[in-house]
């Protein structure tokens, strides 16, 4: 495997736990009764402005850390360089992820115009920010794993 395929792997796998610890703190925080309340609009902007600090500073360090372990493990160091393959696999996945979040807004707004509840519009949108970034990161590891 290449580092660019493990960088990939451990950065979706990163994303996920991040995701999930995040969560499971937030929503064992926050009593089960008052999510749909008068505060739903205030717990939701508040879930997400705090998620992105959040995952950018776990990222970081996880970004680090896994450099750290590849280096002690294989002896080389990070590749310094990106060739044109590494910039189009980054555009096709990099498109593939807009698309994947826009069809989640598009989905999000139109939980509005159906009538649910505010908190159904927030957990589409945050769901659907969640699936691109899991679509950008196959898809780069596809496009390691069988060119493009």
């Given at each position: 495997?290449?580092?660019?395929?493990?960088?990939?792997i451990?950065?979706?796998?990163?994303?996920?736990?991040?995701?999930?610890?995040?969560?499971?703190?937030?929503?064992?925080?926050?009593?089960?009764?008052?999510?749909?309340?008068?505060?739903?609009?205030?717990?939701?902007?508040?879930?997400?402005?705090?998620?992105?600090p959040?995952?950018?500073?776990?990222?970081?360090?996880?970004?680090?850390?896994?450099?750290?372990?590849?280096?002690?493990?294989?002896n080389?160091?990070?590749?310094?360089?990106?060739?044109?393959?590494?910039?189009?696999?980054?555009?096709?996945?990099?498109r593939?992820?807009?698309?994947?979040?826009?069809?989640?807004?598009l989905?999000?707004?139109?939980?509005?115009?159906?009538?649910?509840?505010?908190?159904?519009?927030?957990?589409?949108?945050?769901?659907?920010?969640?699936?691109?970034?899991?679509?950008?990161?196959?898809?780069?590891?596809?496009?390691?794993?069988?060119?493009?």
């Open positions: 495997m290449s580092y660019q395929e493990k960088k990939n451990v950065s979706l796998m990163g994303s996920l736990f991040i995701f999930g610890m995040y969560c499971l703190y937030v929503f064992q925080k926050q009593s089960v009764g008052s999510i749909d309340s008068t505060d739903t609009f205030r717990f939701w902007g508040a879930f997400i402005l705090i998620l992105i959040v995952s950018i500073v776990a990222k970081i360090i996880i970004t680090i850390v896994f450099n750290i372990i590849y280096r002690l493990t294989t080389e160091i990070e590749p310094s360089f990106y060739d044109e393959l590494d910039k189009l696999i980054e555009l096709k996945a990099t593939n992820s807009y698309y994947v979040f826009i069809l989640g807004f989905l999000s707004m139109g939980s509005l115009v159906l009538e649910m509840q505010p908190s159904a519009m927030f957990i589409i949108l945050i769901a659907s920010g969640l699936v691109s970034e899991m679509v950008g990161g196959i898809t780069q590891l596809y496009h390691y794993r069988r060119g493009v």
